[in-house]
């Protein structure tokens, strides 16, 4: 068993900033091992709450008064941090929304108000989320576009030989998960921006499994649109972005209308605001937005390079004592994955095994993860899927592995 890690972050005093971690769950410590739902606050975080409605509560963009200003220069302050942290050229290509799901709804919605149209092809992946096939599904069907699909192999991996075939001078937009949340494949983002660009498609890049374990640069990458959501990047629920470029943004239009987003009202006509409140509507997620900042800053205290390096070395070790049970079936075995190892064991339902689980205090996510896609191409009703955050240790692995041989005795 290896304790610690090697590679240079002091896990137990990176845990003792969490304080969730600190408790019993069913008798036993809990081993949180379900972060790609959606992982734990650091006490920064939780406290940058606490401070903000304790201190500064005020709504923003609006008063003259002084805590009306300090809201809004925090709030502002978290967009800033955030267009660092993309490395994003424009703070107002930084649009603030309500997760993942929404920043991808927003383009769905803006592309379908006469910018797509009947001919025109959306293509997504065969590893999507739910939420990034949905909103296309959706747009397909209001304006007559066709949506195509990249497949993938059995090791959970896209055909970039198809893709080639499959993008075309009718694609309007590419739209693919930069990392899979079910399989935890990592795509070659930059590839499949490249194809796309070369046939004059637009590209969103789904970064909700991404952001948490690697360094994105949406300049280099060359994203048009790149969506995330706090809540999986040790910030608070309720808020995400999406980066677009600005001459994208420019081009959509509004997603809702109401406060915040005008330039001037009148009842002949209304002006919209520039970037990025063109696309905030109504009173935003202040504490939150301003909590998220405090979550980057965490994450840059501990460098994004250890922090991967550390979530991999568990992903390494965890498949190395997998791979000892006789029956276990890994789903996803991509060359370049992060931080989930989904799998089966014996023909033991997923269910089944994340009860038993969960008896022993150890949190694991089941069933088909908003990828009923991935299931259906597997034949499987779901997985088992363990996933890795900066504060698991390798301990905690050890006690996975304990907990499954357990369910072999209990269900034979
Ligand atoms: N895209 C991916 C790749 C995701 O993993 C998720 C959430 C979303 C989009 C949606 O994010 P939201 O914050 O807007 O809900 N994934 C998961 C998961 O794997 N288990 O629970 C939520």
Known sequence: MITTSQLGLDIQKIRARFPILNQKVNGQDLVYLDNAASNQKPIEVIQAIDTYYKTINSNVHRGVHHLSQVAT????????????????AHTHEVIFTRGTTESINLVASGLGKGLVKEGDEI???????????????????????????????????LELEEAKQILNEKTKLLSFCHVSNALGT?????????????????????????????????????????????????????????????ELLNLLPPYQG???????????????????????????????????????????????DNI??????????AHQELKK?????FVGEAKNKASVVSFLLGDHHPFDVG???????????????????IM?????????????????????????????????????
């Open 73 to 88: 220069d925090a709030y502002e302050l978290s967009r800033e941090k955030v267009r660092k942290h993309l490395n994003a």
């Open 123 to 157: 293509v997504i992946t065969a590893m999507e989320h739910h939420s990034n096939i949905v909103p296309w599904q959706m747009l397909c069907e209001q304006t007559g576009a066709k949506l195509r699909v990249i497949p993938m192999n059995s090791k959970g991996e």
């Open 186 to 246: 990592i795509n070659p983002a930059k590839e499949l921006i490249q194809m796309a660009h070369a046939v004059g498609a637009w590209v969103m890049v789904d970064g909700a499994q991404a952001t948490p374990h690697l360094t994105v640069d949406v300049q280099a990458l060359d994203a048009d649109f790149y969506a995330f959501s706090s809540h999986k990047i040790y910030g608070p629920t309720g808020i995400g972005i999406l980066y677009g470029k600005e």
């Open 258 to 304: 109401g406060g915040e987003m005008i330039k001037s009202v009148s009842f002949e006509k209304t002006t919209y605001a520039e970037l990025p409140h063109k696309f905030e509507a109504g009173t935003p997620s202040i504490a939150e937005g301003v909590a998220l900042g405090s979550a980057i800053d965490f994450m840059n205290e501990l460098g994004m």
């Open 308 to 317: 991967a390096a550390h979530e991999n070395a568990l992903l390494g070790y």
């Open 325 to 329: 049970f006789a029956n276990i079936r």
């Open 355 to 373: 009860m038993i689980l969960d008896k022993l205090g150890i949190a694991v996510r089941t069933g088909h993860h908003c990828t009923q896609p």
């Open 376 to 412: 259906a191409q597997f034949e499987i009703p779901g997985t088992v899927r363990a996933s890795f955050s900066v504060y698991n240790t390798f301990d905690e692995v050890d006690k996975l592995i304990a907990g499954l041989k357990k369910v072999e005795q209990m269900l034979g």
